[in-house]
């Protein structure tokens, strides 16, 4: 059993002793708030040294309806503890019992966590990513995209998350997904429905000035359209907003599928990573 100090106690040794080595952290279902009677919880991981670290925040995918902070995001965790980032993973509430726009204000609340605890956890609060994947990249998407004050971030990482849900909301076309009843509330072609997700879509709030944007998506998605990245992209560039999009050629909805197609994304997004965030080309910009 690897003993891993309590991580109050590790900074108590570096402030006392120049040079201590400081260990890497883990901790499990640390609660980052409460809402609607029901607690927030988080997973965390912090490399060893001094710090501050680039902390990646990781949203997972479900459909807004199911999903856990420990799965989806496997392949991602050992390539970004290697590169020397922090990560966190979260739960959020969860469709039908709450809906819109309760998993928004619960990613806001997870990143005004990071930044209140930074020191204790060795966080650099001026180098947080957002990283979602599917209806995870919707919530990475919308809260990058309306970049308030105490919730901006310094980067954000979309797997295949949808930014324009009233192109994904297509009733008279095809059923739509029951997220749309279960957490937007909207059933037929309406204003109101309209006007709801208009509100709620990412698209709708690019602008100058948003933090750098990368989509990673496979054009041979069947759930979420490889569309709704291309054209968010084109948003975000003819605003003026730094943003890249890597293309998983033949590849589906689920970054699982694309490992056994032999593609490096991940290297492709901790290079993109290391160049986002690196303080001279940050001051720099």
């Not at 503890?81 to 966190?88: P, R």
């Not at 000035?209 to 496979?218: A, D, E, T, V």
């Not at 999009?245 to 490992?259: F, Q, R, V």
Request: one cysteine or more; a neutral charge.
């Amino acid at each position: 059993m690897i003993f891993r100090p309590p991580v109050l106690a590790v900074c108590l040794l570096a402030t006392l002793f120049s040079g201590t080595v400081i260990f890497a952290l883990e901790q499990t279902d640390l609660i980052y708030g409460t809402a609607a009677g029901e607690e927030l919880k988080l997973d965390l991981s912090v490399p060893d040294g001094p710090g501050p670290f680039p902390v990646c925040l990781h949203v997972h995918g479900g459909g807004l309806e199911k999903g856990d902070k420990q799965k989806k995001f496997k392949p991602l965790f050992a390539g970004i503890t290697e590169a020397g980032y922090a990560w966190i993973s979260i739960n959020y509430r969860l469709a039908p019992a709450h809906k819109y726009p309760g998993s928004v204000e619960d990613l806001e609340t997870a990143v005004r966590w990071i930044k209140v605890h930074a020191q204790e956890y060795r966080f650099d609060p001026d180098r947080i990513v957002l990283i979602g994947e599917s209806a995870g990249g919707y919530l990475v998407n919308l809260v990058g995209a309306q970049n308030k004050e105490d919730t901006r971030v310094a980067a954000v990482v979309s797997f295949y998350g949808p930014a324009d849900m009233n192109a994904m909301y297509q009733p008279a076309k095809t059923k739509p997904a029951s997220s749309f009843p279960n957490y937007f509330g909207v059933t037929g072609d309406n204003e109101a429905a309209r006007n709801l997700l208009a509100e709620a879509s990412p698209a709708t709030y690019v602008r100058p000035g948003l933090p750098p944007f990368l989509l990673l998506h496979g054009n041979a998605d069947n759930r979420i359209r490889y569309q709704q990245s291309v054209d968010f992209l084109d948003r975000l560039k003819k605003a003026g907003v730094p943003s890249e999009l890597i293309t998983i050629e033949g590849g589906g909805h689920g970054m699982g599928g694309w490992a056994k197609m032999g593609s490096d994304y991940i290297a492709q997004l901790i290079a993109w990573l290391n160049k986002t965030l690196n303080p001279e080309t940050r001051s720099a910009a």
